[in-house]
DNA sequence: CCTACCGATCGGTAGG
DNA sequence: CCTACCGATCGGTAGG
């Protein structure tokens, strides 16, 4: 290969090396928690020392940044296709919700806590930014719509604004990702227990309990 | 004084002053998480040098476990109290809710991912139990009672049991005590905010938005 | 409850 | 991308 094509390929290398970083990197943050996990574990886990790292990234925070930035975008684009099929709110919000269960963890409450507590400011806000165009305004544009079809005529009795509901949404969906400690189901999978309570949690929000 | 006097006044500071420690050491936890707390931080907020922490605690975890077992033992005294009302389950939810919201903090998301990732099994296990008892079955409690008296009829429809309905609780709960980045409502107090959140997420709960 | 101090680990830099 | 290393901070101990 000629000096063009090699450079190409180092090129190529270096991008590799940057993803596998930040794949690791996001496993672990979510996990642990920003705090909890050092710069040595993410380079010791993609092969690199500690080092190695400031070559791909000015700092920590800037990694983290990225992490959560590419997250971010890849849910928007996952989330808006669910979301935009001729289907029932029900059974869109119910795919949104299995969706949700299977490509998240436990990490959004992480998350949160970790932008809250060790970004600036400023970063806090870009952030904020991200968070409400991927995750949240996607929800709320679909109850606002079907508001307007009349299928949520409670709203204004409860004094729940379509940006409600879709926290409620966003709470339930959380709560049902955490491990359960209480009550072990190891005898359904994940795609089964993700589907039952998609189901389950979209009924109670819609309808209620009683 | 005599002797005995001045051991029981200075027992009486020790106490106090394990108490001191068992405060600061909370809402620093709370509001930071286990890691990013150091003992020093705890030490120097309570006027203390840090190894004299070490005459009243084991170490950080012991520490740790004793401001977890004194939380949860407060709420369960206040919230029995509360559920135990001789008022409608939608009445005595809100009051539940309402208590949660204004005496709770944003902590417990924190909290139990500390638990989950720094303590040991044991601990863990221990924990857990406390949970159990002290904030999970009075609300199951209340949720059956209502079932057995036909007031939650759609429970079987949706597959949601008693132990459900309580989780489902608790996560618009902790939701909802979440510094809302996104609508800052300043002109509402905290009192009277928790007051309208903790109506809307009961009514939400019981009724369904649609 | 203090002073003095320990080994371990952290994020980040120098220089090649 | 490496080796070598820095100052800061951590939880915890010794000894009084």
New binding site residues.
């Given amino acids: 290969m000629d000096s063009k094509d090699k450079r190409n390929f180092e090129k190529g290398?270096?991008v590799?090396?940057?993803n596998a970083?930040i794949k690791t990197a996001h496993d672990l943050f979510m996990e642990y928690g920003?705090?909890?996990?050092?710069?040595?574990?993410?380079?010791d886990l993609?092969?690199?020392?500690?080092?190695?790292?400031?070559?791909?990234?000015?700092?920590?925070?800037?990694?983290y940044i990225e992490v959560i930035r590419e997250t971010i975008f890849k849910t928007q684009t996952a989330v808006q296709r669910i979301l935009k099929r001729p289907q029932s709110l029900r059974e869109r919000l119910q795919q949104y919700a299995y969706y949700m269960m299977l490509n998240h963890h436990e990490d959004l409450n992480q998350m949160f806590h970790d932008i809250e507590h060790q970004l600036d400011a400023a970063s806090q806000a870009q952030i904020y930014q991200w968070w409400m165009n991927g995750y949240l305004m996607p929800v709320v544009a679909v109850f606002e719509e079907a508001a307007k079809e009349g299928k949520l005529q409670n709203q204004y009795r409860f004094g729940a604004t379509p940006i409600d509901a879709a926290h409620f949404l966003l709470s339930l969906i959380k709560s049902s990702m955490e491990p359960s400690k209480f009550l072990k189901d190891s005898s359904k999978s994940r795609q089964e227990a993700a589907e039952e309570k998609s189901h389950m949690i979209v009924d109670v929000l819609l309808y209620g309990l009683s």
Same sequence: chains 1, 2.
């Avoid at 920003?34 to 380079?43: D, E, F, G, K, L």
């Fill in positions: 290398e270096h590799e090396t940057r970083i920003y705090r909890s996990v050092s710069t040595r574990q993410i380079a993609c092969g690199l020392t500690q080092p190695a790292l400031y070559h791909h990234f000015t700092n920590k925070k800037e990694l």
